[in-house]
């Protein structure tokens, strides 16, 4: 079933608008950023695939472009979108931090 089908209450995004970004889970946050699942699978699937293939957030994070796309239903530009999360996440947490 497509997530947006699902009750309100339960698709991540409006969640994150409802409850805020803590109360998600990782495979609710990654699925936001993935923003599609692939066929017969929605994006929360994928992002818990993922998860389980990758052990956490950070190694999926630290995952090389082969070892990214080498999973189902991602790509260069999904790792490229993350890559680009992640610097715009170092940036924030180093301007935090000066």
Not at 5 to 23: F, H, I, S, V
Not at 42 to 50: F, G, H, V
Not at 69 to 94: D, T
Request: hydrophobic share 40%; aromatic share 8%; charged share 25%.
């Amino acid at each position: 079933m497509p997530i947006s089908d699902w009750p309100e209450a339960e698709r991540p995004r409006e969640k994150l608008l409802q409850r805020g970004a803590n109360a998600l889970t990782d495979a609710e946050l990654l699925a936001i950023f993935l923003r599609t699942g692939t066929k017969g699978m929605t994006a929360i699937d994928l992002a818990y695939s993922l998860l389980n293939e990758f052990s956490s957030l950070r190694n999926l994070f630290s995952a090389n472009l082969e070892e990214f796309c080498a999973s189902k239903g991602i790509g260069p530009a999904k790792y490229v979108q993350l890559q680009a999360v992640l610097e715009m996440s170092k940036r924030y947490l180093n301007e935090t931090l000066e």
